[in-house]
């Protein structure tokens, strides 16, 4: 098991920046896959990005050249730096972790309990 805990999200304007982190602690957090996935209200949860253990990333193609996604072993924390956001990028973010990337985009990890993030126009 992992326990999750997001953090980082909030309101802000179009074209602006946010980065969200995401501490771990129950499983080594070093063996396995990170990743965010995102829902809107009325929208169906999406895949945002996903980085292996071995530090390889998986991006959708809705954030790709906006969002990085990075990990750092020893803090057992992974980040999402979000630049340039849109309003469509308004959801709540969750962090989620398993053993690869493709469980991640299959929506099959575990999962942190979600931060908000909110873009005005």
């Known amino acids: 098991q992992v326990h999750l805990v997001e953090s980082g999200g909030g309101l802000v304007q179009a074209g602006g920046s946010l980065r969200l982190s995401c501490v771990a602690s129950?499983?080594?957090?070093?063996?396995?896959?990170m990743g965010w996935i995102r829902q809107a209200p009325g929208k169906e949860r999406e895949f945002v990005a996903a980085?292996?253990?071995?530090?390889?990333?998986y991006y959708a193609d809705s954030v790709k050249g906006r969002f990085t996604i990075s990990r750092d072993n020893a803090k057992n924390t992974v980040y999402l730096q979000m630049n340039s956001l849109k309003p469509e990028d308004t959801a709540v973010y969750y962090c989620?972790?398993?053993?690869?990337?493709?469980?991640?985009?299959?929506?099959?990890?575990?999962w942190g309990q979600g931060t908000q993030v909110t873009v005005s126009s």
């Open positions: 989620n972790a398993a053993l690869t990337i493709a469980t991640i985009q299959a929506f099959g990890g575990s």
């Open positions: 129950g499983r080594t957090f070093s063996s396995g896959a």
């Open positions: 980085v292996s253990s071995g530090g390889r990333t």
